[in-house]
């Protein structure tokens, strides 16, 4: 067992340091299933991400004027200076243009003709490594399609409404970039992830020593919760919190259909390195 595996488990989770190598070793050093098994006996709600935010660069969003679609796209720098050069904001302004163009989300089309030589290019130019790494694009069936980036272009939101307009549609997307609900309605939480924090809170329900009616209510009363905690419809809406997002879009006769949420570098993992170590070794080299 690893001194760096037992540091991150401990930082994840805020735990001891008895407690997190006890862990570690009855899940074989998976430090997922470790945090999953103290959340079950310690009663830990949740534990921070680890390496989510590994990369850098912007995101960003182009939205057709009667808001009738839109494009989101995420273009990765390796540095946070990289990502506030002109040059590279110009770049990325050309890939949503080309994606806006196109009406398309297709990003492995780009890795050729104008687009990839400008990359290549911009890449000897900077001395980075740059990659187009993802797009989505949202199409208003029968009402709106709004925007909303975050004023360091770190996070941008797409949103489609039913009825509504675009200032609604925005105002939604401001609320999903700065709330990151997982689903639009509880109807929609995936029933895998439900059973997942079903079996969480059993566990943690369990020990407190109830008759089992009262642990099945406990049980009921966390899952709605949680639901309610994590869906669009339900969330407090930030402009206002006396008024849920669901009750907001309802009172213009609109209704939410679907978002999509990026945030730079959310899911990129990255292989921790240490200074000293690394000096070390080139020092040995």
């Excluded at 534990?47 to 679609?69: H, L, N, Q, W």
């Excluded at 975050?150 to 549609?169: F, K």
């Excluded at 419809?233 to 999509?260: C, I, M, R, W, Y």
């Amino acid at each position: 067992m690893s001194a760096a595996l037992v540091k991150e488990l401990r930082e994840r989770t805020g735990l001891g340091l008895l407690e997190c190598k006890r862990a570690l070793k009855e899940a074989a050093n998976d430090i997922d299933a470790a945090i999953e098994a103290l959340r079950k006996s310690s009663g830990m709600k949740a534990a921070k991400k680890a390496g989510r935010i590994a990369a850098d660069g912007v995101v960003t969003t182009r939205i057709a004027e009667d808001g009738s679609f839109g494009v989101l796209v995420e273009v990765n720098s390796e540095t946070d200076f990289v990502a506030r050069d002109e040059s590279f904001l110009g770049f990325v302004g050309s890939v949503a243009d080309a994606l806006y163009e196109n009406r398309s989300a297709d990003v492995e089309a780009l890795k050729s003709g104008s687009i990839e030589a400008a990359r290549e290019a911009l890449v000897q130019k900077i001395g980075e490594n740059i990659g187009i790494r993802r797009a989505s694009m949202v199409t208003a069936e029968s009402g709106v399609v709004g925007s909303y980036v975050h004023g360091n272009n770190r996070i941008a939101v797409l949103v489609e409404l039913r009825g509504g307009d675009q200032d609604l549609a925005r105002d939604v997307a401001m609320h999903v970039a700065a709330v990151n609900p997982q689903v639009v309605s509880p109807s929609d939480m995936p029933e895998e992830l439900l059973e997942k924090e079903r079996d969480i809170f059993t566990a943690q329900a369990q020990e407190s020593g109830k008759p089992a009616e009262i642990i099945e209510k406990m049980i009921g009363g966390r899952i709605k919760k949680y639901l309610a905690e994590n869906s669009l419809s339900e969330q407090a809406f930030v402009k206002d919190p006396d008024v849920t997002v669901g009750n907001l879009v309802k009172a213009a006769g609109a209704e939410v259909l679907s978002f999509s949420r990026f945030e730079v570098g959310e899911g990129i993992e990255v292989d921790k390195v240490d200074f000293a170590d690394e000096v070390a070794a080139q020092l040995k080299g």
